[in-house]
Structure formats: structure tokens, C-alpha cells
């Protein structure tokens, strides 16, 4: 496991992810899974963890919920490169209740694909045939490939930004 540092040519931060490589015996290759835990600004070098770091951080240091061996190593080794002062900023961003973060959800390709359901009656032959939920999830599946011509593996980011008849990512 390691820290990976990827300087943002857009703004004027650096973005660190906690790295590892992993073999498949049954594929026989090397996966990498990595997760971003927050970022520095290049003139201060502060860092500043995010909510998925701070959440590891919190239930490290409080023992109460338990953690995998995964994510404690993740908080050690953000540990050993940056500091435990981390902590204090921690602290700091408690003081900072009530802060509420906006989402925007696209209502483009559901006016379009709705209507295309609507008028040939798509989601009620689905319903019929598989139920409601399931027909939800096809219909939305459907949307996506049809809008974006991607892998399914890559819905749960579109399905989350965009007006679907499930209402969110499967």
C-alpha cells in the first residue's frame, strides 16, 4: 500500500489516493483499487482529509465501530506520511455543523426517454412482465446505455445525477 499524489493542472491543489496492488490468482493480474483521502493546496502543503478519510479516522480513533484491516492500514499509513495532526483539523471541521452540501440532478434525458416511454407504454409492458422494481431498474439501465453507450459497470454515477425512474444509482 502506498500514497499517490496527483497534482490538478485545473486548480491549483494536489489530490492523494492510498494505492495498493493486489493479485488475481484467477485472472492472473494485478488489480489496483485506490481511494482518494483528501487533497493539500501546493503553496501551504496542508493536508486536508476528505469525508470518506475523516469518517476512517474517527471510527480509528474512537474503537467503537470496527474497521477492516484495510482501512485501518489506510489511516496508518496517512498517518506516517502526513502527521497525526490531521486530527486537529478534524476537530475544526466539527465545529462547522450546519453546513449542507447542494446536489444537481440532470432532467434532460428523462424528459426524453420518458416521454419515449410514456407514449409507447414501455414501463407498463415491463411491469407486467418483471414487476415495479425490477422494471424501474431495466427502464433506468436502459436510459443509461441508450445516453451514454457505456459499460453498465459505469451506471451508479450517472444513475445518480440524473432524473431516473428508480430515483437514484442501483
Known amino acids: 500500500m502506498h ?5 490538478s493542472i485545473k486548480k491549483d491543489c494536489t489530490y492523494c489516493y492510498v494505492c495498493e496492488n493486489i493479485w488475481d490468482p484467477i485472472k492472473k493480474r494485478y488489480y489496483k483499487p485506490s481511494n482518494l483521502v483528501g487533497s493539500f493546496n501546493n503553496d501551504t502543503r496542508i493536508f486536508m482529509p476528505n469525508y470518506f478519510l475523516s469518517g476512517l479516522i474517527k471510527h480509528y480513533n474512537s474503537k467503537i465501530l470496527s474497521i477492516t484491516d484495510r482501512e485501518r492500514s489506510i489511516v496508518e499509513l ?21 453546513l449542507v452540501t447542494g446536489m444537481s440532478i440532470s432532467t434532460g434525458p428523462s424528459i426524453v426517454f420518458g416521454t419515449i416511454t410514456e407514449r409507447y407504454e414501455i414501463d407498463k409492458k415491463l411491469t407486467v412482465a418483471f414487476g415495479k422494481k425490477s422494471a424501474d431498474m431495466i ?3 436502459a436510459w ?4 451514454e453507450g457505456c459499460a453498465l ?4 454515477s450517472w444513475l445518480t445525477y ?3 425512474p428508480v430515483g437514484g444509482g442501483i
Open 3 to 7: 500514497v499517490y499524489e496527483n497534482k
Open 78 to 98: 496517512v498517518y506516517k506520511k502526513y502527521g497525526s495532526g490531521i486530527i486537529e483539523r478534524l476537530k475544526n471541521e466539527d465545529d462547522k455543523v450546519g
Open 139 to 141: 427502464l433506468s439501465l
Open 144 to 147: 443509461y446505455i441508450t445516453s
Open 153 to 156: 459497470s459505469n451506471n451508479e
Open 162 to 164: 440524473v432524473e431516473n
